[in-house]
């Protein structure tokens, strides 16, 4: 049985929309505040709307309802969100009917945004269903690890995508659907990185930004520094950075001792290791040059679906870009005080260690820049050709 949600969302503002922006967690709302920035400043008349979080709302566009906030990952916690998902999707269906944007842009989140882009084709809104409305996707789910065939849908549903990996190109050669790699945002030249590394900074850790994950995964990250911290002889210190007050009230609930200090993210941190859950932020610890290690435990349900399902020799992205572990991995029960330890000491101990990180830094800046030249396009331009397209 449905529920209904208990609100509805609100017309736009000023009557119309062009662009509606879809982000359901806290990366695609930076990624894609981040393009809406620079989308405004090519052309500031733009009506823009987004269900997406905070950052698309700084960035100017009308937040219609905070996505960020009821984020889920893991088959066992969208069962338990089954009815309110489907509430939200209905209702996301209703206002694009009823409001018929130029064009809406899906940023990641492939769960519930491939599943609108399939629908509005069903529905005959999309132009791939013979209606008006464009359907772009920005930064492609992870075709490459896991359920590759649904590049056809994907082909099938979208009219383009925009990829942050030089390599997911390739992912789709056998379908019609246009595909450009943009470059990643991490590497563009007016992004500010979220931290850096210094060697006399404090220890940096990351459980993530998903309420679910993070209670699993931040015992085990504190759990891991309290070994280290033993281990060193003479007071260690580390930050903790949480993107919402509700994961600041589970870490809270961990009960962190008092060399652990917690942290809203926003000026960049500075830090000499870090222990870091498999998502976004480990891509900026990467891309710092931060010795650490990663560090993910999921529902039991979930992790064994996902050894059957996922055909990937590493779970951070970093490392499968370069192929080889700039952050070793440790998962569910490998997860323990000893080994987590052990990559801090590695990581602020061994010049080596810290030599070979910086080095896979540099190499993952360089892959991850758009190609130089007359093709080189970034996200923004991409967005504004497709919007403009009769």
Known sequence: MSVALPFRLPPPTGGRVDLLIVAGEHSGDEHAARMVRELRAKQPGLAVAALGGPRLAAAGAELLHDLTASSVVGLVEVLKNYS????LFAETLRWIAAHQPRAVCFVDYPGLNL??????????????????????????????????????????DLDAMAVIFPFEVKCYADTALPVEFVGHP??????TAPVRYDPAGPVLLLPGSRVQAVRRIFPALLAGFAEFARECGHEAWATVLFPSDDILEVLRAAKPPVNVRLQRTGAPVAASAVLTSSGTMSMHCALAGIPGAVAYRANWLTYVLGKMLVQVEHLGIANLLLGEPVYPEFLQGAATPAALAAELRAGTADPARRERTAAQA?????????PEGPASVGVADWLVRHLDRK
């Not at 309110?84 to 509430?87: E, G, I, N, S, V």
């Not at 540099?362 to 758009?370: E, I, V, W």
Request: avoid cysteine.
């Open 186 to 191: 991490f590497v563009a030249a007016d992004y």
């Open 362 to 370: 540099a190499r993952l800046r360089t892959l991850l820049k758009p």
């Open 115 to 156: 599943r609108l882009a399939a629908a509005m084709r069903e529905r005959g809104l999309s132009v791939k269903g013979g209606g008006t409305i464009r359907t772009l996707y920005y930064i492609s789910p992870q075709i490459w690890a896991w359920k590759a065939g649904r590049r056809f849908a994907m082909a099938r």
């Open 84 to 87: 309110f998902f489907r509430a």
